[in-house]
């Protein structure tokens, strides 16, 4: 079987480098079924789109299951409906095959009991590059369920339970007003809580730090521990009955009830109590 040369391999990837960094895209055929692509994901062509959907909703839960994308979803003072942006990628092994597999792609956005659940269907087979990020705006924000394989998880200003997960991604809940779960694999995560939030937090990350802000109305037991890493507790207020500090792992407890726990591999826990 003929064989390439390497001069001609060498020659070929410098010369596609370079095009490259000028900002051009090129195409080089290096087999039947082998197509490398200057500015393409993961070596296969892409087509991309944003879709813009609007309900007239003023109060609802969120539920958002997608993958290779990030989900923010937020609570706007004086919103006056549910506003929510998709950014949509296919993969294909042509381009063509990448518009139509694009085309093809269904948003999902079903409203029952007072949740509104999004997720996007990607046409078979499945690319690995393909991608969905939701961006979802509400008027008042209650439970949050909000799962990605790859991407970060963005929550803010929920007043009922929030549950965060992503595989690859950092979580950042902020101004949350009830009990909150997240977890991920590669990612920090950082919370923090309303002043009138009691819990309980229940967080845990593999590789990256874990920071959680509590307020006034938090209460209960607060079990922190880490194995590379250190654990940081400030009690501003002093408002810790109990607390026992070691260099990788804490204890603390405060007036009221509940259990939370924050924890990772490798990374610092650090919580701060108002």
Do not use: W
Request: proline share 2%.
């Amino acid at each position: 079987m003929p064989t390439t040369p390497l001069r001609l391999v060498l020659g070929s990837a410098l010369l596609l480098a370079m095009l490259a960094l000028s900002g051009c895209d090129v195409n080089i055929n290096l087999g039947e079924d082998e197509v490398v692509t200057s500015g393409s994901v993961s070596g296969k062509f892409h087509a991309e789109k944003v879709e813009n959907l609007t309900r007239a909703i003023q109060e609802t839960s969120v539920q958002v299951e997608t993958r290779n994308g990030e989900v923010d979803v937020r609570q706007i003072e004086g919103a006056k409906e549910v506003t929510i942006t998709v950014t949509i990628k296919t993969g294909g092994k042509t381009q063509e095959t990448a518009d139509e597999r694009l085309g093809k792609v269904k948003t999902i956005a079903e409203e029952k009991d007072g949740t509104l659940t999004l997720r996007a269907e990607f046409p078979k087979p499945v690319y690995n590059t393909d991608a969905a990020a939701f961006k979802v705006e509400v008027p008042k924000l209650r439970d949050v369920l909000a799962r990605t394989n790859n991407g970060a998880v963005i929550v803010h200003a929920a007043s009922g339970v929030v549950d965060g997960t992503s595989s690859n991604g950092t979580i950042r809940i902020t101004d949350a007003g009830s009990s909150v779960r997240a977890k991920s694999m590669n990612g920090s995560i950082s919370i923090t809580m309303n002043a009138a939030a009691t819990g309980p937090i229940e967080v845990e990350a593999v590789n990256g730090s874990v920071e959680a802000e509590v307020g006034a109305g938090f209460g209960g037991t607060l079990e922190m521990s880490t194995t590379n890493g250190k654990i940081d507790f400030r009690d501003n207020n002093e408002r810790a009955k109990k607390s026992t500090i070691r260099k990788h792992s804490g204890s603390v407890v405060l007036e009221g009830s509940g259990e939370s726990t924050l924890k990772t591999v490798n990374g610092s826990v650090t919580v701060v109590v108002r």
